[in-house]
């Protein structure tokens, strides 16, 4: 059962309560404050995973209150707001918000965006550079002091190139790379219409890191640019 902490931030009772019961419903501790200064009290004194902030609130509102968060902290900030003008919804975003609802709004909708950003940032983090050394994609572990890769616990032996065109695609994850820009990186000398030998490495990495090469689980291909990790 989930267990992620949930700091919603409302002056409005009826909408805390409201919502408490959809969380709890689904398994999610949930902690309220009536406005920004609480907020940030509570944060200091709890771990939380996610944060809804009304933007119309007294002694501090939720736009400074977001801004503050924004200072120390990167957990998924949902704005609420009765204002529906594209100026107050930038403004929100701006300062760090990772999404704008407006008032009023769905409670099973708001449930949905709050599990939707809480597994991104697992699975952000799960992908994140670890020890400063490793980076770890779901089963895949990169090692880029030792150059050596497991998946699924299990060495994988990779000639460098093949390990230089691994690691630039892991530390670009999600970004599609062309194939000269791969080769450029990977050999360290200018494109000179190399497609076939970018390729066949990436033919040979898949061999040894996928399951099934037909359908891969890590490098995807993007036909007509090139490739891309995927960030799982």
């Given at each position: 059962m989930t267990r992620e902490t949930i700091l919603m931030v409302d002056d409005e009772k009826e909408i805390l309560k409201l919502m408490e019961i959809y969380f709890k419903n689904d398994g999610y501790t949930m902690?309220?404050?009536?406005?920004?200064?609480?907020?940030?009290?509570?944060m200091n004194n709890h771990q939380v995973d996610l944060i809804i902030l009304d933007v119309?609130?007294?002694?501090?509102?939720?736009?400074?209150?977001?801004?503050?968060?924004?200072?120390?902290?990167?957990?998924?900030?949902?704005?609420?707001?009765?204002?529906?003008?594209?100026?107050?919804?930038?403004?929100?975003?701006?300062?760090?918000?990772?999404?704008?609802?407006?008032?009023?709004?769905?409670?099973?909708?708001?449930?949905?965006?709050?599990?939707?950003?809480i597994r991104r940032a697992k699975q952000f983090n799960?992908?994140?550079?670890?020890?400063?050394?490793?980076?770890?994609?779901?089963?895949?572990?990169?090692?880029?002091?030792?150059?050596?890769?497991?998946?699924?616990?299990?060495?994988?032996?990779?000639?460098?190139?093949?390990?230089?065109?691994?690691?630039?695609?892991?530390?670009?994850?999600?970004?599609?790379?062309?194939?000269?820009?791969?080769y450029e990186e990977a050999w360290n000398e200018p494109f000179m219409e190399s497609k076939n030998t970018v390729m066949v490495h990436i033919r040979k990495i898949r061999e040894k890191i996928e399951k099934d090469t037909q359908n891969p689980k890590y490098i995807k291909t993007v036909w007509g640019i090139g490739y891309k990790m995927e960030a799982l």
């Open positions: 902690l309220q404050a009536s406005n920004g200064l609480e907020a940030l009290t509570l119309m609130m007294p002694v501090m509102d939720g736009l400074e209150a977001c801004m503050k968060i924004r200072e120390q902290n990167n957990i998924p900030i949902i704005m609420l707001s009765a204002k529906t003008q594209d100026i107050d919804k930038i403004s929100g975003l701006s300062l760090g918000a990772d999404e704008y609802v407006t008032k009023p709004f769905s409670p099973l909708v708001l449930l949905a965006s709050v599990k939707s950003h799960m992908t994140t550079v670890q020890n400063h050394n490793e980076i770890v994609i779901d089963e895949l572990v990169i090692n880029t002091a030792t150059h050596t890769v497991k998946v699924d616990q299990q060495e994988i032996k990779l000639t460098p190139r093949e390990f230089a065109i691994l690691k630039l695609l892991s530390v670009n994850r999600g970004i599609v790379l062309s194939m000269d820009k791969i």
